[in-house]
């Protein structure tokens, strides 16, 4: 708690023995959820390995959840045409309307789900589409259920709203995903919201179809609202790949440009919502957004062209061979993988054969071998001692020597 020690400095000090900037530094409020938003433990992992790398050490990075791909070429011509041509300016906060339709275009095509484009809200990344949903979605005081682990942002984004995480711990026994029972059970009349991540971050997995339709149904019933996170949708390697609009319309889907379409620097995404929301969407996305990256948008019109798509399937099998190299290895070497993840592009292993502590491991191992990976700190509170994600971001060929290196470690 940030101590307001205003009024005992003002009188009768003031100008006294407190110089003017220091006295304003120190009666500067803090806001009190700045306490509850924790950083990424990863970020400092970062710093290190820029360290060593500065110092002439060779660094492995397989711990940053981002495509080792620049952007397809087509995507980036037709950004630097639209600033060639002068879009520079705000667009619509929704988005711009020819994005917004070629958006539903793809439900359309790829998933034969027919979308009103009005419901469909451009935003600043997924992060973006997150928060214009809780920001809609939540009231002070509400719970929101979430996977642990899950994706960091989720429990931060709520405390943004003064809502309240509720992280639910999950395990191989459902695959890391939530089920209807869970959320049932942990349902309180405070409970306002679940927000489900299918492929998860950090564990690559997916919420089968039918489990999906029993939270959508249960959480209807509850008067909540279902938001579901399918920013790795199109990184899936087997199994059914379905939008849970195809489930029902009267949930929140949410996507990004980041993953698939390796756009993460546009800060590009979107949400579908239920036809009831998309005023208010649009009235907060004016307010806290005004509106996305204008030449992003008109870049990601092109995001969808069969040009592109071509290069982004040659990328998913890359990422599809990449994990299918990396699970038998991290195995080989005493990691255990105990569901086959089928999308997004991690590995969340457990190593407590090998240690019982894996944020000293990944530091330890940073050091000594320049690998550098994500301890399960990162991802919530739920075993994160036994836990690592390794992310195959990077070639075959360096997950090959960061194997090797991982191995010599472990002596
Ligand atoms: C599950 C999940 N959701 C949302 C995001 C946010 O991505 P962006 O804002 O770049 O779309 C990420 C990023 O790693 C993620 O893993």
Known sequence: M??????????????????????????????????????????????????????????????????????????????KHALDSGFTGYTPASGIPELRKVIANYYQDRFSISIDPRRIIVTPGSSGALQLILGVGVDPGDEVLMTDPGYPCNKNFVEVFSGIPVPLAVGPETGYQLNAAQVAEAWSDKTSAVIIASPSNPTGTLLPRAEMEKIYELVKSLGGI??????????????????????????????????????????????????????????????????????????????????????????????????????????????????KPEGAFYLYANCSKLTDDSFKFCYDLLEAEGVALTPGKDFGCNKPEQHIRFAYTTSIEKMEEAVKRIKRFLG
């Open 226 to 339: 279902l938001i579901v996170d399918e920013i790795y949708q199109e990184l899936v390697y087997g199994g059914d790949i379905f939008s849970a609009l195809d489930i029902a319309d009267d949930l929140f889907v949410v996507n990004s440009f980041s993953k698939y379409f390796g756009m993460t620097g546009w800060r590009l995404g979107w949400l579908v919502a239920p036809e009831s929301y998309v005023e208010h969407l649009d009235c907060l996305a004016q307010n806290i957004f005004l509106s996305c990256s204008a030449p992003a948008q008109y870049a990601a019109l092109k995001a969808f062209s069969s040009e592109s798509l071509g290069i982004l399937e040659e990328r998913r099998q890359a990422f599809k061979e990449r994990r299918d190299f990396l699970m038998p290895a991290l195995k080989a070497i005493g990691f255990d993988i105990a569901v």
């Open 2 to 79: 940030v101590k307001n020690i205003a009024n005992e400095l003002i009188p009768p000090f003031w100008g006294v023995r407190v110089k003017p900037d220091e006295l304003y530094m120190k009666q500067k409020k803090l806001a009190a959820r700045v306490g509850k938003i924790v950083p990424f433990y990863v970020m400092d992992l970062l710093a290190r390995a820029k360290d060593l790398e500065s110092q002439g050490r060779s660094v492995i990075h397989m711990e940053v959840g981002e495509p080792d791909f620049v952007t397809a070429k087509p995507i980036i011509e037709a950004g």
